[in-house]
């Protein structure tokens, strides 16, 4: 199995472009999550779903949006890049509650905003 | 959220054993104890995960307090790829919980050779 798979690993955005980073599973997990890490920071959460059709916003949502169409597939839309989402973005999953397993983190996205 | 505290690194010798400590005193009855780590430029990796009883696994084991007022991963013999940033966090178990993780900032491990 892939796991979770991130595209692409690196990206370099102009101010006020826009793009979206990819993110699917292929362990059916029912929950995804969308993190991102500044430089010697730890990771804050974006967004994140529990399935299909559901999204919420986590601690730093501002700037993004994303949506759940599949179970697979979770993207993360930036709409006007701003050089605050320079950022390294990592997507997680996890096949949801009433088990206690680990997640399983993508390999993570580095974008650069100039 | 309950909140988690680490120390902000550690050092250990190479092929000597790790205790990384993390306090948690307001764990709730159902949270897990979960444990990544990070290596450098790649993404968290689960290590472990517990709830009462200590837990052992390849990777690491568990030990957790009675009161589950904190808890301490052992790396038994510690070699220069377990140099990482290690991140213990709870994770709620209630229905209706969105198991999101909460990450703090983790205890920088350097390992020495």
């Known amino acids: 199995n892939a796991g979770v798979t991130q595209t692409p690993k690196f990206r370099i955005l102009k101010i006020g472009q826009s793009m979206t980073l990819q993110c699917t599973q292929d362990?059916?997990?029912?929950?995804m999550y969308w993190y991102r890490q500044d430089p010697g920071m730890g990771l804050k959460l974006i967004y994140y779903?529990?399935?299909?059709?559901?999204?919420d916003k986590g601690e730093v949502p501002n700037g993004y949006n994303v949506s759940r169409s599949t179970t697979e597939d979770f993207p993360l839309r930036l709409e006007l890049a701003a050089p605050s989402q320079t950022s390294v973005y990592f997507c997680?999953?996890?096949?949801?509650?009433?088990?206690?397993?680990?997640?399983?983190f993508g390999s993570g996205t580095r974008l650069t905003v100039v | 959220d309950a909140k988690t505290t680490q120390p902000n690194s550690m050092e250990s010798n190479e092929e000597e054993p790790v205790h990384l400590p993390c306090n948690h005193s307001?764990?709730?009855?159902?949270?897990?104890i979960h444990w990544y780590r990070q290596l450098p430029s790649q993404g968290p990796e689960y290590v472990i995960h517990?709830?009462?009883s200590n837990v052992n696994n390849r990777m690491a084991s568990l030990a957790i307090a009675e009161d589950r007022k904190s808890s301490t991963l052992i790396l038994h013999r510690a070699t220069l790829r377990d140099a990482a940033v290690y991140y213990c966090?709870?994770?709620?178990?209630?229905?209706?919980?969105?198991?999101?993780?909460?990450f703090g900032q983790g205890t920088t491990l350097q390992v020495k050779p």
């Open positions: 997680a999953s996890n096949p949801g509650l009433g088990t206690a397993g680990g997640y399983t």
């Open positions: 362990m059916n997990h029912n929950y």
């Open positions: 779903s529990v399935g299909a059709g559901i999204t």
């Open positions: 307001t764990i709730s009855g159902t949270d897990y």
């Open positions: 517990g709830l009462t």
């Open positions: 966090i709870l994770r709620g178990r209630e229905e209706g919980n969105t198991g999101k993780l909460i």
